[in-house]
């Protein structure tokens, strides 16, 4: 049971909205009342793309160059940059550079991930979201711990995810103590595969939930959480006062933007920035984004874990969605997706099923590293629903547009080469926060990235997978043992002594 004695406790939704948050948390990272989102460069680039839209070929390719060569972040100018690029050729060449980027940095992988909502219950007003305090169309819950093994026993046991990413609303029912009780009962649930009856379990869960103080945070790193995203929603103040109440928690926009300084401090490193793409300008988002990303690698030398990239989707009880006058198209999300990877090069990107399967195929060779598969996202939505694509807008906080399986999924991954990894030894060798990021920048992760996919995609297969995913995802181990071997000709009898275990039966073994 993790030590919660240090964290403050609320009697009512009323007293946690009146006393969560901890002005000096705050104060301590926006030092002489100086926000790191530097409002002012931001209009001024903007304004000058405005006024000056075409791009120096010359200077794009210099800043394509220097982000391939130094996978360090790109300053906010050179990102304005590759903002102005409309020719069709030159934009294919950003995007051959940001797939080349992806490849050296994560190989030919997609890490493959389920959301898991925990509680719809939410102190929150949040005008795009159906999970809001007041919406009456809404169907509350919380999970109980039985009803969350239920779901484990679905996600785990029956479609085979190792990853999660578990999404709470924000609310004194499911206060931190809750947060981590969850992340210890998803870890300790083993269940038996139905193909082999290997026993199986979730190997890495992520958090997906409001901003929380320090003290909060060590209590979750103590229970060995992942990744903590949190989605600044739009970096634009105005229209995040516009849509974010006054009267709320989230209402406050400071203790939104320092709250990955907070996990920093805590010690909970690996963190997940996002914006939800169409409440404002994309190109002022992604400038902010990129500054965000740069403060935290000045006062800690660690930059986003990931990168997300929601878009407005539609919700109960809201027009938010269909209505902000800042929505973007497939083409523009194409753009985004190219642009950040190359402005943050050594960066996972997160694109999930809220996109259609056709926005999401498209964008595989843009940069991108994870999605999700065979997810629902109504609460209790796995256990309750034998049909994995049905949805429900009462109980889910907005629609899906990708319902493919897991099966379909890794079946159409390697028809074009790419391997599904359901590798989580990273965080588990400590391979996190600063430790990975070098790595990350030389390629070197990549490499123990490509041993580990091949483990865990031979795991996946022998206990989950139909036959004819089976007989595809086969060709494309046996390619890429031909390359490991290739790659590391001395490493490689190692590597085939853990693969021939993991074909016995052995579960769990990575690099
Ligand atoms: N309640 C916490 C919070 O807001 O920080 C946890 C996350 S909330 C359950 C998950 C994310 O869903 C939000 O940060 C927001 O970006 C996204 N979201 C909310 N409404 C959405 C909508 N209509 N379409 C797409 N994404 C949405
Ligand atoms: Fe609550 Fe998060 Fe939805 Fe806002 S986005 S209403 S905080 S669940």
């Known amino acids: 049971m993790a030590d919660t004695a240090n964290i403050r406790k609320f009697e009512s939704a009323q007293d946690y909205v009146k006393r969560f948050i901890v002005q000096e948390e705050i104060d301590k990272y926006l030092p002489g009342g100086r926000h790191f989102i530097d409002t002012a460069k931001i209009d001024s680039l903007i304004a000058g793309m405005d006024a000056n839209p075409a791009a120096d070929p010359a200077k794009v390719r210099e800043i394509i160059a220097k982000s391939e060569e130094t996978c360090e972040t790109l300053l906010p100018e050179e990102t304005a940059e590759l903002m102005k690029v409309t020719d069709p050729a030159l934009f294919e060449e950003m995007r051959a550079a940001a797939d080349r980027i992806k490849h050296k940095v994560y190989d030919n992988r997609i890490v493959v991930f389920a959301p898991l909502y925990m509680s719809n219950l939410c102190v929150n007003g949040c005008r795009y979201c159906g999970f ?7 169907k509350r819950r919380v999970l109980t711990m039985d009803e969350l093994k239920e779901e484990l026993d679905v996600l785990a046991g029956r479609i085979g995810h190792k990853r999660l990413i578990a999404v709470y609303g924000e609310h004194p029912s499911t206060s931190t103590e809750y947060i981590a009780e969850t992340i210890e009962t998803c870890y300790a649930h083993q ?11 979730i190997r890495r869960v992520n958090v997906n939930a409001a901003p929380l103080p320090v003290e909060d945070l060590k209590v979750l790193r103590s229970v060995g959480i992942g990744t903590f995203q949190v989605f600044q929603e739009t970096y634009n103040r105005k229209l995040y006062e516009q849509m974010h109440p006054a009267w709320s928690v989230k209402g406050n926009y400071d203790w939104r933007t320092t709250c990955f300084h907070r996990c920093m401090e805590a010690g909970v490193d690996d963190v997940g920035l996002g914006v939800l793409y169409g409440l404002c300008d994309w190109r002022y988002e992604l400038l902010a984004t990129i500054m ?3 403060d935290l690698e000045r006062w800690f030398n660690i930059g986003p874990h990931t990168l997300s990239f929601p878009r407005l989707e539609p919700a109960s009880g809201t027009k938010v969605p269909e209505e902000s006058p800042w929505l973007i198209d497939d083409d523009t999300f194409a753009r985004i997706l190219v642009i950040a990877r190359l ?3 050594y960066t996972g990107m997160i ?13 595989l060779d843009h940069g991108m590293t994870q999605l999700d598969c065979s997810s629902n996202i109504a609460i209790k939505g796995y256990s309750d629903f034998a049909n994995e694509a049905h949805q429900e807008k009462e109980r889910q906080q907005f629609m899906l547009g990708d319902n493919r399986s897991i099966d379909e999924m890794v079946r159409y991954l390697a028809s074009r080469g790419t391997i599904t990894s359901f590798c989580t030894a990273g965080y588990r060798c400590g391979r996190t926060g600063g430790c990975i990021m070098d790595a990350l920048k030389t390629g070197r992760e990549g490499k123990f990235c490509k041993i580990n996919a091949v483990l865990t995609f031979r795991e996946w297969l022998d206990d989950f997978a139909s036959g004819e995913t089976r007989a595809i995802g086969e060709k494309l181990i046996e390619k890429e043992l031909a390359g490991i071997k290739e ?11 853990q693969y021939e275990a993991t074909c016995r039966g052995e579960r769990d073994l990575f690099f």
Not at 191 to 201: E, F, I, L, S, Y
Request: glycine share 6%.
């Open 351 to 363: 694109v999930t099923a809220r996109e259609s399967a056709a926005s999401r195929n498209r964008v």
């Open 292 to 294: 965000h990303a740069r």
């Open 487 to 497: 790659w590391l000709p001395k490493f490689y009898p190692t590597v085939m002594k």
């Open 343 to 345: 402005s943050v090069p």
């Open 191 to 201: 269940v038996p595969a139905p193909r082999t009856g290997a026993k199986v379990g």
């Open 132 to 138: 809001r305090e007041g919406n009456a169309q809404q």
